[in-house]
């Protein structure tokens, strides 16, 4: 579930890297007890159809599918690999395909992600991003990238990586917090982008997923929230977000029911395996 970036003309490559999913410094023991909590080595596959188009600019149609695993530890690091394959129709015919790759590993206390992101639009070329990004013992970010050009940059303080911007939205909704606020670095586009994100955490689900993937015995007694992630460029001075991302978070890390909202259409998960 992590975390979609912009490959196509409606940027449905972006964001799930990023996940899929505060901004203040915490702690350092508060850090190293969200290490710990323990996340689920888990593949998943999203197959993903258009629940809603509105607008002249919308796509006629689109579906597309994710495949995700995700293992470690906090001893360990995390390492998540990802997939994304996506088909769009323009209202005038036109088909843009795009396949979106990347391997990435975060260190168990979160203060380096490793990245690598490679894009096929439309059979044509492959676009690459590879880079390391650390943070100092004061929060702030540097970048080693080493495409898609050398450079070496200070891009920002209290950013969260992938693993980490997970760990603290479920810590949060344990604390029965509603709202956070945090930066968000996936490596995502130039390998350049931060993110601000603003998550919305809802009440403890009561009632059995209606998912039947996720009707398994494995997340019978796992708690879970329904989740809201807005996610803005924060190159851009308009209020409105790039994209919103719904899904159910379980207290493991594992997630189902997938909406990706772009603004004038959403994208539906239809399906999944693990």
Known sequence: ??????????????????????????????????????????????????????????????????????????????AA??????????????????????????????????????????????DAVDGRAMKSKDGALSLDLRSPKRAKLDLDHRVVFPTEQILRIIEAAKQEKRTLDMKVFDGSDDGRKIFSTLTLIGKEAANPPEEKAAQIKALETVRRWPVKVSYFDLAKKENNPDYIMSFDLFENGISGALKLDYGNFILKEIGRAH
């Open 1 to 78: 579930m992590r975390h979609v970036f912009s490959t196509s003309p409606w940027g449905l490559s972006r964001g799930l890297l990023a996940f899929i999913f505060p901004l203040a410094l915490i702690p350092q023991a508060q850090a190293q007890a969200l290490s710990n909590l323990p996340l689920a080595a888990h593949r998943a596959i999203y197959d993903l159809s258009l629940l809603k188009s509105t607008g002249d600019s919308a796509p006629a149609s689109a579906r597309g599918r994710i495949v995700f695993e995700f293992t470690g530890s906090a001893c360990e690091g995390y």
């Open 81 to 126: 690999s990802f997939r994304q394959l996506t088909e769009v129709q323009s209202q005038e015919g036109d088909t843009s395909r795009s396949d979106m790759r990347s391997a990435t590993f975060e260190d168990g206390d979160s203060q380096s992600f490793n990245f690598k992101v490679e894009t096929v639009n439309n059979g044509r070329g492959a």
